[in-house]
């Protein structure tokens, strides 16, 4: 039984993806069928990125994620297929599967043709006349000769990179995204925390250091903490409230982490 | 295994459409069922009208399609099953499933009985306590006498037509909807502009010509253009913006459609 | 098959909500999986509470609810599961089960433990880490002695009582939540309204007058009435339009009913 998952910007209102979801099942009537999102802000291919990056390694082997936020529908960009070896997408080639690729670079990445028996490529909704019919032949095992070209340079955009002074150990970190409670996301994992035995310094947002707690429950006062989310990034945080809407935040806006003891030679952070 | 989809206007938060799958399950443990919309503008009949008809045709046979967009719920407006032989669909008799109708002039249309074993009419909630069990009896083969009675004048609402000046030979049509990018889309299908020839005309909207593009992408400037979408209807675009929002367009701002050339008599079009 | 509903404040957009349907597809691929709502404002337990209690009686025997509004997700607060003898819930123990738990008094009420083969509480996503776990073990009849601890007294919100005035006979009931139509609906029922007679008094908002209507669609006029709901609970309504953007209608609100002819002795109503 396949399991196909949608993750869109089209909402809900205008059909269309009820048209895709109606398709779905007249090829396969067995078939579980997974709503992830229509409410991928329009044209937010940032965050129709995270969103499935989110979501899709939850799902039984052989899942096929469909993903289409797609602005340049009908235009010449490419229209992608890949196969990591677990899990099977489709979507338009413009970055959208960015940190799919980030994280799996061995899969098989493939064009699609431009028409086969099953579809034609370059009309005004290519979620229901090509993604939808591609992702239905993965689904009956269709040989990936009939339906694309393997490609090796697919569209992966570029994400900020955090940065660290080697003088002073000082590392500046930024928002990259907002979740729906306004807790604002940044681009410092865990990992690189660790890596860089950052313990020993405090975070500034503006002129504010921000505690850094373990758990969003464990402040119970109005000020911003800062905290590693379940994906393990930096985010800043406000107990119960939007720290994006109080604190007036932006993408891009920068958090700065001081070392507390100036830097002596032997712990200088090597980036 | 039978197939419900549900498209109505009630949003999820309040769970009243969780009751009403909860109902389906229970009668029918296997069913699938599929959300099309629950984010229909509150009594907003025609678009609720769209949204069915762009994703209906996509489904298995003998989908049972619920549709409530209800205003006059509890009135004394009449509560339809429909047959288009292909088909299912219980509604409100308010004109929701105008589109449907109007595609399918011979199906069987029939008033769901006030009161039967399954269900009592005139309730504050027709969806769980009326469209539901309606659905389900429909899906067990239950016998359409015991369920309702023919009729033959279901409501089908008036859509605006387009204008056609047989002296100068230019048309005007109309935006009848917008979807969730802000596309305005007009009442002009393809199958008009090809008999009436209208390739060799300027589109205006207000004083400005609009060209005529074939994709989305391909218009990579800020300015607005034509192209006739996925439902073959012209519609105003603008490259991933909103043209609706931008150009302050509202429902009924018209479009006129102007020949290059002065009518000959040999060219007149006839309406 | 287990069916497992979902009832959360997390929006579709950041991908939460997709992971925990893929890892509750992983440990039960052939399970039913429902979205009841992801659109509870967020860290709004009342909306929560009341959005499952609307929907989960229709939904067959052994269905396992899974409930996350949680502002104080990841602090020292209980983690519950809850057998009603017919359904199944996980939730935060912050009252959003409470309208559940006033329906069912004698529930089978289990603190989940914080450590566990399968989970471990106190991350910051415990609907993935912790609900969406104890929900699959349940789904597997395990045993609940793996799984929690009997406890018995969660936390209930307290209800806005109704005032009656025992030398006037006047009842007092206040606007407790709106619905997506902007319905005011209050804490009066229909089962109180009955027991205390008040067929015979007025219905005052402010200082007009409500007129009692027994549907939506037979007052055609643009001024509010009365009605009691799906739910059998006193609400304000205004045809077609939203109520509580009109009259600037507020949580707390109350609505006074008088009685139309002053009491006597005989007619005194025992609260």
Redesign the interface.
Known sequence: ?S?F?L?TD??????????????L??QH?QA????????????NIH?GA???????????SA?IHIVVVD???????LALAVNTGKHWFVSPDNGVLSEILKSHPNSQIYELHSETPWWRK????DG??LFAPAAAQIARGQSMDLLGTPIRDPVIYDTPEIEIDQTTGELTCQVTSF???GNAITNLSLAIYNTCKLEETKIYLRSEILPLR?????QCTSTPFA????DNKLEVSL??K?VRRILHLNLGDSLLLKPIKPLDDAKQISS
């Open positions: 039984m399991i998952t993750t089209f909402g809900t209102q205008d059909g269309y993806v009820g048209a895709i979801k109606g398709y099942l007249s009537p579980t069928i997974i709503d992830i999102s229509h409410d991928i802000e329009p044209h965050q995270e969103c499935i990056a989110r979501a899709y390694h939850q799902y039984p899942s602005p340049g529908v009908g235009s010449t960009r370059n009309t005004s909704f229901l006349f979740d729906r409670f373990r758990f969003y429950g464990e905290i590693f989310n379940s107990n119960q939007s």
